[in-house]
């Protein structure tokens, strides 16, 4: 490393590449690795170097940041109720998380520069990999509430049964939760596996997903993917660029209760099994009607183009529906909601085979809200009872986490509400 | 599209950024998309086109190609003994193989260009997608000689049962295999999912694994990866550059039985279940005695840089081997197995969590070999009885596939077999 470039790095001053190899040779070089890592502040390397996403804010990131290619979602269950050993282990996840989202090791020292006699405060799989546009949302869910004596928000009560639903307690609920996405699969289970790690003793991993190619844009700027059964998906989502519409229907604000919540959102997930093998053996045109969209471009039945609005009263000349009455993006639709709108933020995933010859494959889905109650629930019940597409669809696992707001004005995951 | 671009596409001149994106709009035009798509050869497709690796060659694409980011790995079950019935699925695999790895769709007409009163003949999700270096490798199962009544090859007899193997046998075996790598999921997970869907009726899905993070550069090209232990993994790997050592070890020559298999290889896989909780808190002097190199750069213990060779009779001031004796590097090495060396090509994976508190993570290992008993076998069995790694590892899917030689001369996947 040159004179120069230690200056650079010292003083904080936004390496433009400061990536794990980078560190990884300063260890190797023989320098206190430890000492510069500190000294270099993650919030100045936030600033502008490429592929990081900066971790403090007004709200937490991996919520409107442009959604990552990749996701690694981990639930956890909290295996005491020694609040003070649990804010501990904020305080150690915080300081952990916004090293790795700089792209950074876990810890100074990290994989190889540390006690040789002592196991490494870095597992080492992302060394020489770059930030990757990785970003880690906490979330805590309404067990954690009821373990440590502290009321639920009104927002957090359990979602009623819906139609259909056929939900495996080992995929549900869990007592916090942490979304990992990064442009990298490799980055974004290296930053979930070593929060595990630090967790040891006070969290135990309850259920895990992996999913790739996002299934909703969070952002103009990004194209519209397509989910598997090989439609464009969330074409209508909310955008990072609406802000008006956030603050109405993602971000908990100001005099909403409970305190500890403003400016952060509610996470709902749900993994929905889709029998893409029935699906694939359906004709384009009954595809086509189910979702309401064609499957090409993705406009809406009757209208041209992807963003054209959806004309919900239009009628062939046979008097029927153009967009038929069960068609997805009917029921999902603001129209037929009462103005209702979400964030999405799903992934697909193939999750090996079911052992009956498929593939189990599906959707992760990820949405944000403002309240759960008040809008995912209403949108998913009549989803659940109308929607055609549903004969194509399981939901076998459910959560909802309390994702607070964010950490601009400094502190730890978690300390608002043990704060509170 | 401008008559220019038309000529160039029905002439098959490689367009040079051929994408589904591309022929989608041209049916999105109302072009004769099944017409224009046939014409355009996916062998002119493949001369130069980024991101389009060969389909046609001496020996199957998907071995030295180097190795991609991300894999679909799916193992079938035939479900006929219609020798002809399979014959014919092996050849309309060939065709949408050998589109879809060009970038295009898995038949003419594709997700929307066909009869909309009929399933589609593409399932859509990698419309807009680039080939993404997509390689598809096919591969038999001894199963499938024994179902069809035909010998097995020697090098086809079933391993043994090795030291601390946990095999399940819903994640081992299978008739057939379809190896999808590519740098992004969705274009392996399109290819699979469509050739199962083409499938239907004749193969079903024994079981499928994703990966991510290849654990071997097969190329000089490429640097080497890191496992999910944290160490850059197969850093003595066979590479594509090594002609006569690839034809030693790991293509089937002239000559070799059967003939069917001439300029093929045998692709070992193994689900390997990595305890990485249990590593994470193995102190990092232990890892490398383990491992035999050190975490960082990857150098042999008392070597200085990776590709330094390992020195396996250096001892330390007290006498002690300074490679330990049960060190993973030393057990695998070409030196203490007479000479064995294999091309590995595996991936990391995580898949969720095992119910009781980890993640379900590891090494999908896949290794291809001349002949699995006189290399597989003795490497396995030296490591699993004395590698001290083992501790930390748990084998529980294996299978192996008979993987012929490339479709240079024309022909279809299984032709030289079913012909022999």
Not at 108 to 137: F, I, K, M, R
């Amino acid at each position: 490393m040159s004179p120069a470039d230690a200056a650079t790095f010292r003083d904080g001053g936004a390496p433009p590449a400061l990536s794990r190899r980078r560190l990884f040779g300063l260890a190797g070089a023989g320098l206190a690795a430890a000492g510069a890592t500190v000294a270099c502040s993650p919030e100045g390397a936030a600033g502008g170097a490429a592929g990081v996403v900066p971790f403090r804010g007004a709200h937490q990131a991996g919520i409107i940041t442009p959604a990552q290619d990749r996701l690694h979602f981990v639930a956890l269950d909290v295996t005491t109720t020694d609040r003070s050993a649990l804010n501990a282990l904020f305080r150690r996840w915080t300081t952990a998380a916004e090293r790795m989202v700089a792209g950074q090791e876990a810890a100074p020292g990290g994989a190889v520069g540390g006690n040789p006699h002592a196991p490494p405060s870095d597992t080492g799989e992302a060394l020489g990999l770059p930030a990757s546009s990785l970003t880690l949302t906490f979330g805590i869910g309404a067990s954690l509430l009821d373990k440590l004596g502290l009321p639920r928000p009104a927002a957090l009560a359990d979602l009623p049964a819906f139609t259909g639903d056929n939900l495996d307690p080992t995929r549900s609920g869990g007592d916090l939760c942490i979304q990992a996405c990064a442009d990298d699969p490799q980055v974004a289970v290296h930053a979930a596996r070593n929060l595990i790690r630090m967790g040891f003793g006070t969290t135990s991993v309850r259920w895990s997903q992996l999913g790739f190619g996002r299934t909703s844009s969070t952002s103009r700027s990004q194209d519209t993917p397509r989910n598997l059964f090989g439609f464009k998906d969330g074409t209508h989502n909310l955008k990072a660029e609406d802000s008006d519409l956030l603050d109405r229907h993602v971000w908990v604000q100001p005099g909403d209760e409970p305190a500890w919540m403003t400016g952060g959102s509610y996470l709902v997930a749900r993994r929905i099994r889709m029998h893409i093998e029935v699906w694939d053996r359906t004709s384009l045109a009954e595809q086509e009607e189910i979702v309401g969209r064609t499957k090409g471009e993705g406009n809406p039945l009757g209208a041209r183009a992807e963003f054209d609005p959806a004309d919900f009263t239009a009628r062939d000349p046979g008097g029927a529906p153009v967009i038929p009455a069960d068609a997805h993006i009917r029921l999902a639709s603001a129209e037929h909601l009462g103005g209702i709108r979400i964030l999405r933020r799903g992934y697909n995933f193939v999750d090996g085979s079911d052992g009956q010859g498929h593939l189990d494959a599906g959707l992760f889905f990820v949405a944000f809200v403002r309240d759960p109650q008040a809008q995912f629930v209403p949108m998913q019940r009549a989803l659940a009872n109308q929607d055609r597409m549903m004969e194509y669809l399981q939901h076998n696992g459910s959560a909802v986490f309390a994702c607070p707001g964010g950490l601009a004005g400094g502190g730890h995951w978690g300390q608002s509400l043990l704060d509170s």
